[in-house]
């Protein structure tokens, strides 16, 4: 009997016909292959025909443990060839735990712009100064000039990765025309937009109104200049609550992180774990925190047209919070404000290296390279002072 041409939609995981030779990995949105413990992928699930082209392509040279090459004979690198391959580069990179799932949603939103604008057939090496500049126009037009700044450095990137790995013969040439916006243009807009600041009656009114597990996370970003992405994949095991200590590298750069915990956090933390629902995916049962749809606060979804869309609940639920209480008047004013404000009154107790310690930010410095670690007495300082601030009267 000859094979079914009868295609599936890209939400579904059959396959196209019973002897199709890949598999599909839902949690990826990927058509892949296994080999010696190894996870090859060849496409979104959305496009099983080419996924099927691209694994006869390619597979002769993945048995043989090679790199199949980048350019098809004679057609040269196309942008749906580099998209391809750096997708599935920064793929690898998210399933060991190097790169965030909201980081990866983000490269594969820039190959998207690339493709749509260029189109897929487009080869890269034709690619001109000029097709840049029209580019970035059309990435600027409806944004700020902090979110391009965020596009074309991500499209850098991809470009980038075509010369490091000699997908092409020479650099990508965009001159001057594919420029970040200038560093004053920020500053500007940065100004504009006021100060993404909380003050400590706005705080209190926040965590008082907050139920679980919301007043946890917020303590959490109070407390410690927790972002969005850190209180999402904070595990269990990181905490040491009868210490009152929380070690959790910051997810975005490695860096480690000690922080201590007010008794108010870890009250709150106590309490939101034991409420916490049971976890729907295996990877996440060591959480301390969970949707009511037993899910990651933050996370990346794969929609049935093969996008990755970013989940942010926390975002949502915080937001909604500061609308109830009437403190969203100011632009900007999210729950990443929480580690705006810590870096900002931490700061006052006058120990800089203590505060960066606490939030995870990368020491470049040549002490930052000899220093092995900071006492508990100085990290404790920082958070003491926060905790001043935010509740004058407590002892």
């Known amino acids: 009997m000859g094979k079914s041409t009868r295609t599936k939609s890209a939400g579904k995981s059959a396959k196209p016909y019973p002897e199709f030779p890949l598999t599909a990995h839902v949690g990826s949105g990927q058509w892949c292959k296994k080999f010696r413990g190894d996870s090859f992928y060849f496409g979104p699930l959305a496009d099983w025909k080419a996924a099927h082209a ?13 790199t199949p090459p980048a350019i098809d004979t004679g ?30 949603a983000g490269y594969f939103r820039a190959c998207e712009s690339l493709i749509g604008y260029f189109g897929e057939q487009r080869h890269v ?12 126009a059309h990435l600027a037009d409806g944004c700020n000039v902090v979110t391009l700044l965020s596009k074309i450095n991500r499209i850098r990137v991809v470009l980038k990765f075509a ?37 400590a009656d706005e705080v209190r009114r926040i965590i008082e109104a ?4 919301l007043k946890a996370m917020v303590l959490l970003g109070i407390n410690c200049g927790f972002g969005n992405t850190d209180v999402s994949s904070l595990p269990q095991s990181a905490l040491d609550l009868k210490g009152g ?11 480690k992180r000690r922080v201590p915990l ?20 295996s990877d996440d049962a060591g959480l301390c925190f969970l949707t009511s749809r037993r899910t990651r606060f933050v996370r990346v979804k794969i929609s049935k047209t093969g996008k990755h869309v970013t989940i942010n609940s926390l975002s949502r639920r915080f937001e909604g919070l500061l609308d109830r209480l009437t403190i969203n008047g100011r632009q900007g004013l999210n729950f990443y404000t929480l580690r705006h404000v810590f ?4 700061g006052e107790s006058r120990d800089q290296i203590a505060v960066d310690a606490c939030v995870g930010h990368v020491d470049s410095s040549m002490g930052g390279q000899y220093r092995e670690r900071i006492s508990d007495e100085r990290l404790r300082a920082v958070t003491d002072h926060v905790r001043r601030w935010l509740w004058p009267k407590r002892k």
């Open 262 to 281: 007010w008794p108010e956090t870890v009250a709150a933390l106590k309490a939101a774990i034991a409420t916490r629902p049971p976890a729907r995916n």
């Open 245 to 255: 200590w929380v070690e959790f590298p910051r997810p975005k750069t490695a860096v």
């Open 125 to 136: 090496s034709d690619l001109r100064p000029d097709d840049f500049e029209r580019f970035r």
């Open 54 to 66: 691209r694994f006869e392509r390619e597979w002769p040279y993945r048995i043989q443990g090679k």
């Open 343 to 346: 870096e900002t009154v931490g």
């Open 163 to 199: 010369s490091d790995n000699e997908m092409v013969d020479r650099p990508v040439s965009y001159s001057k025309a594919f420029d970040r916006p200038a560093a004053k243009s920020i500053r500007a807009a940065r100004n504009d937009a006021g100060e993404r600041m909380f003050e």
């Open 210 to 213: 907050s139920g679980q597990p």
């Open 75 to 104: 057609d040269g690198l196309t942008v749906r060839d580099l998209c391809n391959a750096f997708i599935v580069h920064k793929q690898n990179r998210m399933q060991s735990g190097e790169l965030s799932a909201h980081s990866y």
